[in-house]
């Protein structure tokens, strides 16, 4: 079974404040997407990384994808209030169409940022 | 705008009965996802459909619960002789590549 662990659980911070929020992996996965929820809406796809040691630029937001295609990691500069929710990372099996579909996710982020 | 819809947005119902959470998925997408989300934790997966194929029914908790699918665009979640335990949001989500795209989900509260 491939499972995606995401650390820190939890993170409440200061307005201002930087940090990064990882997803590992043992397995392989073909891309890597993260999305981030709101309360009561759904998950929204930030972005998506396919090749190994891809680094994706949004605005404050710098996602990177391991050389191995196995780990990400999710870095916020300069957090704002406007960044709090549920962040997700999801990974796109190598075996298209197996168990879960296509897409394998972590348990999320609970990101807090105070003003 | 064309996303993804669920209805009903919240529903409170009693323990034993039946509920019927309806998804509407973006038109043209082959692929349609069922998961739950208990209070601020990640996904669980429930149900996968893809094309014409038979569904993915590896995540669902127990026969209880079903799905299914019409004309390749609606589908229908029931949860039969509803449990406290079945509270949670209900998730729905249609895809045409590996992006996901996900509808505002259920509220299910069974009292």
């Known amino acids: 079974t491939q499972l995606l662990e995401q650390s820190p659980q939890f993170l409440s911070i200061q307005e201002g404040e930087n940090l990064t929020v990882y997803c590992n992996s043992s397995?392989?996965?073909?891309?890597l997407q993260w999305y981030r929820q709101e309360p009561g809406e759904g998950p929204v796809l930030l972005v998506t990384v396919v090749t190994g040691g891809e680094v994706k630029k949004l605005k404050r937001l710098t996602f990177q994808f391991g050389d191995a295609r196995k780990d990400s990691s999710l870095h916020i500069t300069a957090a704002q209030p406007g960044d709090t929710g549920l962040y997700l990372c999801a990974g796109a099996s190598a075996n298209y169409g197996g168990s879960q579909g296509n897409l394998i996710f972590g348990k999320g982020t609970k990101l807090s940022v105070k003003p | 705008g064309a996303g993804v819809s669920q209805s009903p947005s919240n529903k409170v119902t009693e323990k034993g009965k039946d509920v019927e959470l309806r998804c509407d998925p973006i038109s043209g997408h082959t692929a349609l996802y069922w998961y739950r989300q208990s209070l601020g934790q990640g996904l669980e997966f429930l149900i996968y459909?893809?094309?014409?194929?038979?569904?993915?029914k590896s995540g669902l908790p127990s026969d209880r619960f079903s799905a299914e699918r019409t004309g390749g665009s609606v589908s229908t979640l029931t949860i039969q002789r509803t449990q406290q335990e079945d509270s949670a949001v209900y998730l729905c989500?249609?895809?045409?590549?590996?992006?996901?795209?996900f509808g505002p989900g259920t509220r299910l509260l069974v009292l």
């Open positions: 397995s392989v996965f073909s891309s």
């Open positions: 459909f893809q094309g014409n194929s038979a569904p993915d």
């Open positions: 989500a249609s895809s045409l590549y590996e992006t996901q795209y």
